[in-house]
């Protein structure tokens, strides 16, 4: 059984206090109904699309430059048979100089070819993570990528 937690890096020319700060605006970058804080450690916060995709996530550890980290303490993914396969896993982005540019690695940790949401969870995170995050960070704006 494959068990690799979903991981995808894109590199930027940012410095890594512009790469932190797009992170945690969360609402300039996830597209759906985010309802909380988003920015400081201990947050909670909402994620809802349509009635496909609900989580609450809490900020359990943000190094400025360097890293956020969310528990993700409840889900609900409607087109899966475990509808709470996300309750539990953590979602990581890790910041790093890479010589003059910035490199962030995201990674959902739980979030593995052995469940059910793997194919379409992280297509959707590649999407997020490569086109919107990596527009936010370089342009200012995230792009809408469903």
């Not at 590199?11 to 970058?29: H, L």
């Not at 190094?63 to 309750?87: G, Y």
């Amino acid at each position: 059984m494959d068990k690799r937690d979903y991981s995808i890096s894109i590199t930027v020319d940012k410095a890594p206090q512009e790469v932190f700060d797009a992170i945690n605006n969360v609402r300039g970058w996830w597209q759906g109904k985010i309802e909380g804080s988003t920015d400081k450690l201990n947050d909670e916060f909402t994620y809802r699309m349509a009635d496909v995709h609900f989580s609450k996530q809490k900020v359990t550890d943000l190094v400025s430059n360097e890293k956020v980290v969310w528990l993700v303490t409840e889900s609900q993914i409607n087109f899966v048979a475990d509808k709470d396969e996300w309750t539990n896993t953590k979602i990581v982005f890790d910041i790093a100089k890479d010589g003059d540019k910035t490199k962030v690695t995201f990674t959902h940790h739980g979030l593995v070819p052995a469940i059910e949401c793997y194919g379409g969870c992280s297509g959707a995170w590649g999407r997020l993570v490569q086109e919107s995050l990596y527009s936010l960070i370089t342009t200012g704006k995230g792009v809408d990528v469903f």
